[in-house]
């Protein structure tokens, strides 16, 4: 799911890039030990002079590749259309030097996948364990495609519960656990002050899993995202994306599309199945990961 989703990203909005698995699979073994690392800083303290080395090899190795498609696309004359990418490019009062460039590129291309990775990971094992809730799925998927429909966005409307179980996915799995803020100013919160530039930590996975607004909050329930329950929760309880408002998760449509486009592409053609005796741990880090497990897959007549 995570390589799905890295190839999704790097090709949408990076251009022609990540032809090959193998590149899919370096890249991904360069990002896996950045990533650990600043996981580990969180749970391990301060790295030693081992951790220091082979963050900075792994660094320099996405570099490389963040350098290789900047110029990728800066060589490229007749293209058929923009992506991301050229927006930046063309945009050198905004972006205005190398590191700046280098700095968005890598950042979209991490939370292009590695979020989506991790929710299609989450969606699979979910539906596998629960198959009445993959069926329904199926069944408005095969409703609403034939095989050689293309998916487009205007296709989302059409696929509601398919909506719902992502949103289910991001609530029960708690995805993405906590998010960090600072304000300009300072603000009062029940009556207490914070002041201007104090880091907020918004523990988003304690809401996602509040009894009070979720009954028995660890069962995985996509009906929790039907019209009905949905008009009838406050704005503010589901939020995956950060409390950020206009701030939060510039993203997040496109990681709907691309978790959804992915989704359909892989039920419509198979039945996914837990292994027997299959027992999965959420790991909570910066974002939560889900243990390895095992699937198998039935094409689907």
Not at 88 to 117: K, R
Request: proline fraction near 5%; charge should be negative.
């Amino acid at each position: 799911m995570l390589a799905g989703a890295l190839k999704a990203i790097m090709q949408t909005s990076f251009g022609d890039f990540f032809k090959s698995d193998k590149q899919i699979v370096e890249f991904e073994d360069a990002y896996d030990i950045c990533w650990g690392e600043m996981e580990a800083q969180l749970t391990k303290g301060p790295p030693d002079e081992e951790r220091i080395k082979n963050f900075n090899e792994a660094l320099k190795k996405l570099k490389n590749v963040a350098s290789e498609v900047i110029a990728q696309r800066k060589k490229l004359k007749n293209k058929e259309k923009n992506v991301f990418l050229d927006f930046i490019l063309e945009n050198a009062d905004v972006f205005s030097s190398e590191d700046e460039i280098f700095d968005n590129t890598i950042t979209y291309i991490i939370g292009g996948f590695h979020t989506t990775g991790n929710l299609l990971t989450w969606a699979i094992y979910y539906l596998g364990l629960h198959p009445e809730c993959q069926e329904k799925l199926f069944a408005e998927i095969k409703e609403n495609f034939k095989d050689d429909d293309v998916l487009t966005m205007d296709h989302m409307k059409l696929l509601p519960y398919t909506r719902q179980v992502l949103d289910e996915t991001l609530r029960a799995s708690m995805l993405a656990p906590y998010a960090a803020r600072y304000s300009d100013y300072a603000v009062s919160v029940c009556g207490h002050v914070i002041p201007a530039k104090t880091p907020l930590l918004q523990s988003l996975g304690t809401t996602l899993h509040d009894p009070e607004i979720w009954p028995e909050p660890e069962r995985f329930d996509p009906e929790r995202f039907s019209p009905d329950q949905v008009k009838n929760r406050d704005n503010l309880a589901f939020v995956p994306f950060g409390f950020a408002g206009k701030r939060k998760c510039p993203g997040y449509r496109f990681s709907y599309f691309e978790a959804t486009v992915l989704l359909v592409k892989l039920l419509k053609n198979f039945k996914v199945e837990l292994v027997e005796g299959t027992k999965v741990t959420a790991v909570h880090q910066l974002v939560t990961h889900a243990t390895d497990f095992w699937v198998t897959c039935e094409r689907r007549d």
